[in-house]
């Protein structure tokens, strides 16, 4: 009967209610399963209160409560529901101003490391979706993905999310963890750590073809990682020759024509020229633009930037500073976008340099 008066006054919000009557059970019956179960729920209760209002301390004591009943282990449901509260505690706690976010990141990994989610599972991944959110902010982050394990992802965590308004996030929470683990790594500086993850990153970019950005930093690892351009540039090739559609490859390749203006502004050209979203080319637009300025091409510059321009008024984001600085200068007023701009044979340049180890010409990077 407890069982049924505490589920009545929970679902009516009679928190105080709920506790006394299955704290009286509790007491009454302390080697009961029955009664420390509906005390834990009522607790859960108490922590799904506090998670809504962001409050760490009210949060604590009601989950320390559970902990004292030592029931944790086998019970699936209250892991789950726990793996909830404590992701709603971090997304409302950290949009307080005056949150300490290294605190609030100390404390839920402590509270994370006491449940037992099922692996992999929709509520572990959504609790590891909370933790991404403080990667910027927690400098606990990395344990906590050592912690997790990648190998818990689910092939859902590699799908793209929609939002309400029916935009779609060009990258997934799994991309987004493999590109923080990544960036963690090179700023680290340790090349053995980096070049061991390296065929990690290889493996999901392979499973997962349309994870962009872990392609770029394998090929940033690459040309960073080598030591010089002939090197990188014989790694990178096969590789730049299955994906020489997306824009990214060109990016990187770019960066390896240290030698040759010419050839690094022709794969900045094919990079823009390969279809892909725009929201994905705004800083390779920037660094072709400061080329062709650089070479007083002036229509072709005003080109590029017109286009970032464009793109940023239609979703309506702010423009960089380097655009802003440029477009209110009076070479970019006074030229003429419709004028001719330099020629560059981007193709002939590009698809030679793709196929440099192939023509005997890797000697030359």
Request: include cysteine.
């Amino acid at each position: 009967m407890a069982h049924i008066t505490i589920k009545t006054l929970l679902s009516v919000g009679n928190l105080k209610g709920a506790y006394n009557t299955a704290i009286e059970e509790y007491r009454n019956n302390p080697q009961s399963k029955y009664a420390a179960n509906n005390l834990a729920w009522v607790m859960d209760a108490y922590c799904k209160a506090s998670a809504r209002k962001g409050n760490i301390d009210d949060f604590q004591k009601a989950f320390l409560e559970i902990l004292k009943l030592h029931i944790l282990e086998n019970n699936y449901a209250l892991n789950k529901a726990l793996a909830w509260r404590l992701r709603d505690l971090i997304m409302t706690a950290q949009n307080n101003k005056d949150c300490d976010k290294q605190y609030l990141g100390d404390f839920a990994f402590i509270i994370a490391k006491k449940l037992f989610p099922r692996k992999p599972s929709l509520h572990y991944s959504v609790l590891f979706n909370a933790f991404l959110s403080l990667r910027n902010d927690w400098n606990g982050f990395i344990d906590f993905c050592n912690w997790w394990d990648f190998n818990n992802f689910r092939p859902e965590d590699f799908e793209h999310p929609k939002l309400p308004n029916g935009y779609t996030l060009p990258v997934s929470m799994a991309e987004s963890a493999y590109i923080a683990y990544t960036k963690y790594l090179l700023k680290e500086n340790n090349d053995k750590h980096i070049l061991d993850y390296l065929p990690i990153l290889q493996k999901v970019h392979e499973q997962h073809p349309d994870t962009n950005y872990i392609g770029y930093y394998i090929a940033k690892i690459i040309l960073i990682k080598t030591g010089n351009c002939n090197k990188a540039m014989k790694i990178l090739l096969p590789f730049a020759r299955k994906k020489q559609n997306q824009f990214w490859i060109w990016d990187i390749l770019s960066q390896a024509q240290i030698n040759n203006k010419e050839k690094r502004k022709a794969c900045l050209i094919r990079a823009v020229n390969c279809k892909t979203k725009e929201e994905f080319l705004t800083n390779i637009r920037i660094k072709l633009a400061e080329m062709q300025y650089a070479d007083f091409d002036f229509v072709g510059a005003k080109r590029q930037l017109s286009t970032i321009v464009e793109y940023h008024n239609q979703i309506n984001k702010p423009l960089p500073y380097e655009v802003k600085k440029y477009i209110e200068e009076p070479w970019f007023i006074n030229t003429d976008i419709k004028g001719k701009a330099k020629y560059t044979n981007y193709k002939s340049i590009t698809e030679d340099i793709l196929n440099a180890d192939i023509n005997g010409k890797l000697k030359e990077y």
